[in-house]
């Protein structure tokens, strides 16, 4: 391996360091906030699914530095969204479950931060910037744009090393997503097969109940009675 492999292996292991999903529980009447603090044209994302609790929806509120609503959905179960820092500040994330009267919900979520727009880009692109726009399916990477050629100090080894990594931080989401709702599905599959085998257990107990009662009844035309 070349010295530049290596710094090539270091640089994506670097940048996967700082993608990781978390899990926080959500009581109810509550109501969980998070923050990234960024500069302007720097890429945001945040990805979320809610793992367990009640019908497992929650109300996402997303702030920019202002107080103004980025983005606001309510009894949403998943969610994937990039959109880019209109402003420098702390954007605030929260997931609110005070729809609930008793139920505390498990919401996994990542909060991604991109690079900032390049210089130029805009107008070699054609573009005003990035709106909120839901992630693709194949992964939780954020969505980026292509890379100009004549970006002053433009390397393009480094370039590929970024690409690949938000590749493989996608992945790595995937795989967090896909975990989850195995562990959602087993759990639903679980609850389901408990209750057929209760269900057929009380149809047995029925079932034995009625060819007895069936049994005693039909005893009864046979009984001879005798006359004192």
Not at 18 to 43: I, L, M, P, Q, R
Not at 67 to 95: L, Q, W
Not at 112 to 128: L, T, W
Request: glycine share 8%.
């Amino acid at each position: 391996m070349t010295l530049r492999q290596l710094f090539t292996f270091l640089g994506i292991f670097s940048l996967l360091s700082v993608a990781e999903s978390y899990f926080v529980t959500v009581d109810a009447h509550a109501e969980e906030c998070f923050f990234e603090k960024v500069t302007t044209g720097t890429k945001l994302g945040l990805a979320f699914e809610v793992a367990e609790g009640g019908f497992l929806d929650i109300d996402i509120k997303i702030y920019s530095p202002d107080g103004k609503i980025v983005h606001e959905g309510e009894r949403e179960s998943n969610g994937r969204y990039t959109f880019p820092a209109s402003m420098d500040g702390v954007y605030t994330y929260c997931f609110s479950n005070k729809m609930s009267t008793m139920t505390p919900k498990i919401v996994m979520f990542s909060m991604d931060v991109g690079e900032g727009i390049k210089p130029g880009h805009e107008a070699a692109n054609g573009e005003e910037g990035w709106d909120m726009q839901n992630f693709s399916q194949t992964g939780w990477a954020l969505q980026q744009p292509p890379i100009s050629g004549e970006a002053a100090g433009g390397n393009k080894m480094e370039d590929m090393i970024r690409e690949l990594s938000a590749a493989l931080s996608g992945v790595k989401h995937e795989q967090d997503y896909m975990e989850v709702r195995e562990r959602i599905h087993r759990s639903i599959n679980d609850n389901t097969n408990s209750r057929v085998v209760l269900w057929s257990v009380f149809e047995a107990l029925v079932l034995v109940a009625m060819t007895i009662g069936q049994v005693y009844y039909l005893k009864q035309f046979f009984e001879v009675r005798r006359v004192v």
